[in-house]
């Protein structure tokens, strides 16, 4: 399994290395967003092929980790087309002014491949040991990972519809799963790998593959997700009453304000 980190690891390092090229190219960093998921697909690609493992377990997570992929990927290629750089990005590039390049390369992709290698570490171990056969915690793991995946795409579509219609410019969305948690998205995220981690419990260091879900959890929350979008709408009147009345993270009935 050792040989096949190394791998994995050096695929990542090439492939975030490719798109910080195209975004010096196209002065748009967020397109690392675009290569969040694609990056997983590559590195189960990796594992497949140095492995040799072709069990069902490890094919039936990649297939888990190839449709979740592509499907953020597309969705945020087409939900950022025509809009420029995403303000998070933007807002960095012109605090780092000169030295934009070397901390783009480090802070944004070299950061992230960092956390993908982590993150991926439940899947690189499933593929690399796991045996055609499929017990009561694979099953539990994989109806954790369709909720999960349910919670992330059907909020991305929900948030999608919403934002093309015009007549809601400007305005909060809270309604369909946004009613019950301000982030059905990154819910669902947490949730799919959560998933994971419970099908590879079976297969490489346990407390070693807890880092991923424990990892993504903290960051989602404290780090890139809910807490600096968030920071985005403090002087926003409508939003700080969706704060009232609605979780943030784990889904529940909306509160009466």
Same mark, same amino acid.
């Given at each position: 399994?050792?040989?096949?980190?190394?791998?994995?690891?050096?695929?990542?390092?090439?492939?975030?290395?490719?798109?910080?090229?195209?975004?010096?190219?196209?002065?748009?960093?967020? *397109? =690392?967003?675009?290569?969040? +998921?694609?990056? #997983?697909?590559? $590195?189960?690609?990796?594992?497949? %092929?140095?492995?040799?493992?072709?069990?069902?377990?490890?094919?039936?997570?990649?297939?888990?980790?190839?449709?979740?992929?592509?499907?953020?990927?597309?969705?945020?290629?087409?939900?950022?087309?025509?809009?420029?750089?995403?303000?998070?990005?933007?807002?960095?590039?012109?605090?780092?002014?000169?030295?934009?390049?070397?901390?783009?390369?480090?802070?944004?992709?070299?950061?992230?491949?960092?956390?993908?290698?982590?993150?991926?570490?439940?899947?690189?171990?499933?593929?690399?040991?796991?045996?055609?056969?499929?017990?009561?915690?694979?099953?539990?793991? *994989? =109806?954790?990972?369709?909720? +999960?995946?349910? #919670?992330?795409? $059907?909020?991305?579509?929900?948030? %999608?519809?919403?934002?093309?219609?015009?007549?809601?410019?400007?305005?909060?969305?809270?309604?369909?799963?946004?009613?019950?948690?301000?982030?059905?998205?990154?819910?669902?995220?947490?949730?799919?790998?959560?998933?994971?981690?419970?099908?590879?419990?079976?297969?490489?260091?346990?407390?070693?593959?807890?880092?991923?879900?424990?990892?993504?959890?903290?960051?989602?929350?404290?780090?890139?997700?809910?807490?600096?979008?968030?920071?985005?709408?403090?002087?926003?009147?409508?939003?700080?009453?969706?704060?009232?009345?609605?979780?943030?993270?784990?889904?529940?009935?909306?509160?009466?304000?």
């Amino acid at each position: 399994m050792t040989d096949v980190m190394l791998y994995c690891a050096m695929g990542i390092f090439t492939y975030m290395n490719v798109f910080f090229l195209v975004a010096i190219a196209k002065k748009d960093n967020s *397109i =690392v967003d675009i290569g969040w +998921g694609i990056g #997983f697909i590559v $590195v189960s690609l990796i594992a497949l %092929y140095t492995s040799q493992n072709f069990s069902i377990e490890a094919l039936l997570v990649f297939a888990l980790v190839l449709i979740w992929g592509a499907r953020l990927a597309g969705y945020i290629a087409k939900r950022s087309r025509g809009k420029g750089e995403d303000f998070r990005y933007k807002q960095w590039r012109e605090e780092w002014g000169k030295n934009v390049v070397w901390r783009s390369w480090l802070q944004v992709f070299m950061l992230q491949g960092a956390v993908m290698f982590l993150v991926a570490i439940p899947v690189i171990s499933i593929i690399t040991s796991a045996k055609d056969e499929l017990g009561l915690l694979e099953v539990i793991g *994989i =109806v954790i990972w369709l909720t +999960g995946f349910f #919670f992330e795409a $059907v909020g991305d579509y929900q948030m %999608y519809s919403f934002k093309k219609r015009p007549e809601n410019k400007g305005k909060v969305m809270k309604y369909g799963l946004w009613r019950y948690t301000r982030h059905p998205n990154y819910f669902g995220e947490v949730v799919m790998w959560w998933g994971i981690f419970l099908i590879s419990i079976g297969n490489g260091n346990p407390l070693l593959n807890l880092v991923s879900p424990v990892l993504l959890t903290f960051l989602l929350l404290r780090v890139s997700g809910v807490t600096m979008l968030e920071k985005k709408y403090d002087d926003n009147p409508e939003y700080q009453e969706y704060i009232k009345q609605t979780s943030a993270f784990i889904p529940a009935p909306p509160k009466k304000t």
